[in-house]
């Protein structure tokens, strides 16, 4: 059976969205363009003296190796430590203080996400970015437990996720669309399985999204969804997960209060519907081996059922 | 005469090698050391470090310096002498231009590495 994975989004840093992207862009052509004509001179060079009978020059030969194996690659990385080195005041200066900033920590093999509202309030959601278009934003990033790396190809460089220490990482997406991200240091297990979602919108659009994820979970109103958040706390999937609203307060695995306004489940493996919602919950080591939650097998076809429709109604 | 004669038996000095590199790695501890206690005592709240980027170039010209004097006794012991005579003889003269060429080159890397060392402070050139 073939994974259903989800790779409709870019991944590719070859496809900038955003202004650090297009920076390293820039720069891996110029490297490619300029180790092109290196090569060409190199092989062009061996090529001719295996060619070209006799010897050569003493004097000349020595210039050439000197001046090739010495003095060019001196000045070539030079230059490209110059232009480098240019770009990184603007990468390191910090973004205005009213832009938003998103505390992401590498969890392993998930992210734990949190957003700052304006009146103060700490948002908190999972595998999931979204930002506004046009306008820097600061990531502080930590890990809880080893070191991941937190790495959005299409908008700019990676940045390590070291535990008990803060790292930061500014972005400036240019261009509306979703992304992937990934974790970019082996972390275990899983992970290759540890991505997240990414989303660039209009800023009323997100603003609209961020006023959404800031309530409270809503209250079930259909039967079964009414007997699947009984069972949720009955079997004890609060002990590890937040449902803000209720009294599910857990913090081991990713906060569920806007589930079902997500793409993904566990950490961007698979798309967010009925199918693979149920799937996860009976076969979760199934989906993503390794994952500290475990499966829930013995729970029978109707309560899965309603555990379903109890999360699938979390907008 | 016996005074050429006495200095060509001078034992050659095996330090010498080694003094263009031990420059660089002083300039590097001193631009780092700089940049470390300014941002960490003394830096604006804006973050910016102008003067380490002086204080940086100032050690940078003194360091080159260095090198320069160096790498240019290096490159005079090694032309000292016949021309002709190898890298390799187990002579006194041949030591001697052997280690003067030794330290002309590792002068001439001390010095690019010197000057990357400083091109990372002066372009950064603020705390963040
Ligand atoms: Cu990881």
Same mark, same amino acid.
Request: charged content about 20%; hydrophobic content about 40%; overall charge positive.
């Given at each position: 059976?073939?994974?259903?994975?989800?790779?409709?989004?870019?991944?590719?840093?070859?496809?900038?969205?955003?202004?650090?992207?297009?920076?390293?862009?820039?720069?891996?052509?110029?490297?490619?363009?300029?180790?092109?004509?290196?090569?060409?001179?190199?092989?062009?060079?061996?090529?001719?003296?295996?060619?070209?009978?006799?010897?050569?020059?003493?004097?000349?030969?020595?210039?050439?190796?000197?001046?090739?194996?010495?003095?060019?690659?001196?000045?070539?990385?030079?230059?490209?430590?110059?232009?480098?080195?240019?770009?990184?005041?603007?990468?390191?200066?910090?973004?205005?203080?009213?832009?938003?900033?998103?505390?992401?920590?590498?969890?392993?093999?998930?992210?734990?996400?949190?957003?700052?509202?304006?009146?103060?309030?700490?948002?908190?959601?999972?595998?999931?970015?979204?930002?506004?278009?046009?306008?820097?934003?600061?990531?502080?990033?930590?890990?809880?437990?080893?070191?991941?790396?937190?790495?959005?190809?299409?908008?700019?460089?990676?940045?390590?996720?070291?535990?008990?220490?803060?790292?930061?990482?500014?972005?400036?997406?240019?261009?509306?669309?979703?992304?992937?991200?990934?974790?970019?240091?082996?972390?275990?297990? #899983?992970?290759?399985?540890?991505?997240?979602?990414?989303?660039?919108?209009?800023?009323?659009?997100?603003?609209?999204?961020?006023?959404?994820?800031?309530?409270?979970?809503?209250?079930?109103?259909?039967?079964?969804?009414?007997?699947?958040?009984?069972?949720?706390?009955?079997?004890?999937?609060?002990?590890?997960?937040? @449902?803000?609203?209720?009294?599910?307060?857990?913090?081991?695995?990713?906060?569920?209060?806007?589930? #079902?306004?997500?793409?993904?489940?566990?950490? #961007?493996?698979?798309?967010?519907?009925?199918?693979?919602?149920?799937?996860?919950?009976?076969?979760?080591?199934?989906?993503?081996?390794?994952?500290?939650?475990?499966?829930?097998?013995?729970?029978?076809?109707?309560?899965?059922?309603? @555990?379903? #429709?109890?999360?699938?109604?979390?907008? | 005469?016996?005074?050429?004669?006495?200095?060509?038996?001078?034992?050659?000095?095996?330090?010498?090698?080694?003094?263009?590199?031990?420059?660089?790695?002083?300039?590097?501890?001193?631009?780092?050391?700089?940049?470390?206690?300014?941002?960490?005592?003394?830096?604006?709240?804006?973050?910016?470090?102008?003067?380490?980027?002086?204080?940086?170039?100032?050690?940078?010209?003194?360091?080159?310096?260095?090198?320069?004097?160096?790498?240019?006794?290096?490159?005079?012991?090694?032309?000292?002498?016949?021309?002709? +005579?190898?890298?390799?003889?187990?002579?006194?003269?041949?030591?001697?231009?052997?280690?003067?060429?030794?330290?002309?080159?590792?002068?001439?890397?001390?010095?690019?590495? +010197?000057?990357? +060392?400083?091109?990372?402070?002066?372009?950064?050139?603020?705390?963040?």
């Amino acid at each position: 059976m073939r994974p259903e994975l989800i790779d409709d989004v870019s991944q590719s840093a070859l496809d900038p969205a955003g202004v650090g992207a297009t920076q390293i862009v820039d720069l891996f052509h110029w490297m490619v363009g300029g180790g092109v004509v290196i090569w060409l001179i190199v092989v062009g060079l061996s090529v001719y003296s295996i060619v070209v009978p006799g010897g050569h020059r003493p004097r000349l030969t020595k210039t050439l190796v000197i001046g090739g194996g010495a003095v060019v690659p001196t000045v070539v990385l030079s230059s490209l430590l110059c232009y480098a080195l240019a770009m990184l005041p603007e990468l390191h200066r910090p973004p205005p203080s009213d832009s938003p900033t998103v505390k992401v920590n590498g969890v392993r093999w998930w992210w734990r996400v949190q957003y700052q509202t304006d009146d103060g309030r700490t948002i908190e959601t999972a595998n999931e970015i979204r930002l506004p278009v046009d306008e820097a934003v600061e990531f502080k990033l930590t890990s809880e437990d080893v070191i991941h790396s937190f790495w959005i190809p299409s908008l700019g460089g990676k940045v390590d996720m070291i535990p008990g220490r803060e790292t930061r990482l500014k972005l400036y997406p240019t261009r509306v669309g979703k992304f992937r991200g990934v974790c970019a240091e082996y972390c275990g297990t #899983a992970h290759a399985q540890m991505r997240f979602d990414v989303t660039v919108m209009p800023r009323p659009e997100f603003n609209r999204w961020l006023s959404n994820q800031s309530s409270d979970a809503r209250e079930p109103s259909q039967q079964s969804a009414i007997r699947g958040g009984e069972l949720f706390r009955r079997k004890g999937c609060g002990a590890c997960h937040t @449902i803000r609203g209720t009294d599910a307060r857990g913090r081991v695995g990713p906060d569920l209060t806007h589930l #079902a306004s997500r793409s993904s489940l566990g950490a #961007a493996t698979k798309p967010n519907n009925t199918e693979n919602l149920r799937h996860w919950i009976t076969h979760t080591h199934h989906v993503k081996p390794g994952v500290t939650m475990p499966a829930f097998q013995a729970l029978d076809e109707r309560e899965v059922d309603a @555990i379903v #429709a109890y999360l699938e109604q979390l907008h | 005469m016996s005074k050429s004669i006495s200095r060509d038996n001078r034992v050659s000095p095996l330090w010498a090698i080694v003094s263009a590199p031990a420059v660089w790695a002083v300039h590097f501890l001193a631009s780092y050391l700089t940049a470390a206690i300014f941002c960490a005592k003394l830096a604006d709240s804006d973050g910016s470090a102008g003067e380490v980027q002086l204080a940086v170039m100032s050690y940078t010209v003194i360091a080159l310096l260095l090198i320069a004097a160096i790498g240019a006794s290096g490159f005079r012991r090694h032309h000292h002498g016949r021309h002709s +005579t190898s890298h390799d003889d187990s002579g006194r003269d041949a030591q001697r231009r052997m280690i003067g060429f030794a330290t002309f080159l590792l002068a001439c890397l001390s010095a690019v590495a +010197t000057l990357f +060392t400083a091109l990372v402070l002066v372009f950064v050139g603020t705390c963040h």
